[in-house]
């Protein structure tokens, strides 16, 4: 026993000995128990989770393998996951995001993916990929050959599409006690490159536009202060020779918007 240890027992009755002891066993208890939470709030400080939405033939799965440095095997992907995809991107700072990609036909996975990070475990910012009309068409149920829609619809179902993820975000806002961030990732810019600035426009709020005015409703109800709005233009292709937009400016959108994530979380 050391001498500090046999002093302490000296000058303390028996009584006042068990309480001491009892006092740091509970700290320690305590500090264990506490210790995974520090770690997993330090841990979420360094991978926030994204929510990456959008309606079906976007590109979200493309964009966010892009922005995780992925490489897509085996040709075109089919349009229109089932299930909600995972990706994580890292840096050499041991920071990085973990994206939740939510799948966009509007199914029952959908809807339990979007109940998951807006509701069971909420997301710390969300990426909503936009496509100005340019989203791939997908084939009804059941049928083969190749879909058709006009840019026109497929301006009107993204709208539809806000209309159920934008109440989503101002409900998740509403009862989170610090703000969230949004990004509008204006994406497949390669196939307008001429027209690019007009449709970040579409998209901003403040624009007048039936976009626009959907984005205003949703900063009204999560609250100005509780939300802040981006908008980027974006391309996941690009270089190749059919393609209207260098490689070197793609590369330099997708930079672009990782930036503004990274900057949003904290990390730069």
């Known amino acids: ?112 993916a979007l109940d998951e990070v807006f509701h069971d475990e909420p997301v710390d910012g969300v990426v909503h990929v936009v496509a100005n009309g340019y989203a791939t068409p997908r084939r009804p149920a059941g049928t083969t050959g190749t879909a058709v829609a006009t840019r026109e619809d497929q301006l009107a179902a993204e709208l539809e599409d806000w209309t159920i993820t934008s109440h989503r975000i101002a409900s998740m806002a509403v009862r989170r006690d610090k703000p969230i961030w949004l990004v509008i990732a204006v994406t497949k810019a390669d196939l307008y490159p001429d027209e690019v600035d007009e449709a970040v426009a579409y998209y901003s709020p403040g624009s007048g536009t039936p976009f626009g005015d959907k984005v205003d409703a949703l900063r009204a109800l999560a609250g100005g202060a509780k939300l802040s709005i981006d908008v980027l233009p974006v391309s996941s292709e690009g270089g190749d020779r059919k393609s209207a937009l260098s490689a070197k400016r793609a590369q330099a959108m997708v930079d672009a918007l990782a930036t503004r994530l990274a900057q949003l979380s904290g990390h730069v």
């Open 1 to 112: 026993m050391s001498r500090a240890a046999s002093r302490l027992r000296t000058a303390l009755p028996a009584s006042s000995r068990t309480a001491v002891g009892a006092t740091v066993v509970g700290g320690v208890l305590t500090g264990l128990a506490s210790a995974p939470e520090r770690v997993g709030r330090l841990f979420r400080r360094r991978f926030p989770m994204v929510a990456v939405t959008g309606m079906t033939g976007v590109g979200k799965s493309q964009l966010v393998d892009r922005l995780t440095r992925r490489s897509s095997s085996g040709g075109v992907a089919e349009v229109g996951s089932a299930v909600m995809e995972r990706r994580t991107r890292r840096s050499a700072r041991l920071q990085g995001f973990r994206f939740r990609v939510v799948p966009g036909d509007n199914a029952a996975t959908r809807l339990g």
